[in-house]
């Protein structure tokens, strides 16, 4: 990663369990690395000018036609507009559905109480930029596997281990200025993060 690392003007580790958040200038590419493997990254992502435009699921998947985001998908905003492309993706495998944990959902879901999970990681990261709850969307789960079933039934834990490894990737290059925001998942209540999180890196690449 040599070549790529050189290009980077950012360079971060992110904890176990810690937010992440930055603008990403357009042609700048953001590449999210699962240094340990089976980590999952929860992202949303925003005009850094008018963050009331924002990732879109519904939008985004009309376009790609399937659940399974991977290289050459575009992530659309809420008025069509691309925010990011995938322009390379060593795990092929990010969950589209099932959005992100909070410490609620994780006593609802699991029966524990104060555990809070991704939805307060943006909530912390997104404050930065005044914004706040009415701003948190459907989000990609990167890395995250949730299979649905032909009868579209989903897993019975609905996440299921992923196949990411070790120094795994994904890499999206910027088409407009994106806020790009990242809960590097602390969820312990099911196997998205196979049970033990870990931490991340996150480089910026030069455009060009």
Same mark, same amino acid.
């Given at each position: *990663? ?6 980077? $003007? ?11 958040? &930055? ?41 790609? &036609?399937?659940? &399974? ?7 659309? %905003? ?29 006593? *609802? ?10 939805r307060e990681n943006f909530l ?23 299979? +649905? ?8 834990? $609905?996440?299921?281990?992923?196949? %990411? ?10 088409? *407009? ?23 991340? &890196? +996150? ?6």
């Amino acid at each position: *990663m040599g070549d790529q690392s050189a290009r980077a $003007v950012v360079d971060e580790p992110v904890p176990a369990g810690a937010p992440w958040a &930055r603008v990403i200038e357009k042609g700048q590419s953001l590449r999210i690395i699962d240094v340990h493997g089976n980590q999952g990254v929860d992202f949303l992502c925003y005009n850094a000018h008018a963050p009331e435009e924002r990732y879109h699921a519904p939008n985004t998947l009309k376009a790609a &036609r399937t659940l &399974r985001l991977t290289k050459g998908h575009v992530l659309y %905003s809420d008025v069509a507009r691309a925010i990011f492309t995938i322009t390379e993706d060593t795990c092929g495998t990010h969950d589209t559905i099932a959005g992100c944990c909070s410490a609620p959902s994780n006593e *609802m879901l699991y029966g524990v109480q104060d555990c809070p999970g991704c939805r307060e990681n943006f909530l912390s990261a997104l404050a930065r930029f005044g914004l706040g709850r009415k701003d948190i969307v459907p989000n990609i789960n990167f890395f995250c596997n949730v299979p +649905v079933h032909d009868e579209v039934r989903l897993a019975d834990t $609905v996440f299921v281990e992923s196949p %990411s490894r070790a120094g795994g990737f994904v890499e999206l290059r910027a088409e *407009m200025d994106a806020l790009a925001v990242i809960s590097n998942c602390p969820q312990v209540n099911n196997p998205c993060n196979g049970g033990t999180p870990t931490e991340i &890196r +996150v480089l910026v690449l030069a455009s060009g």
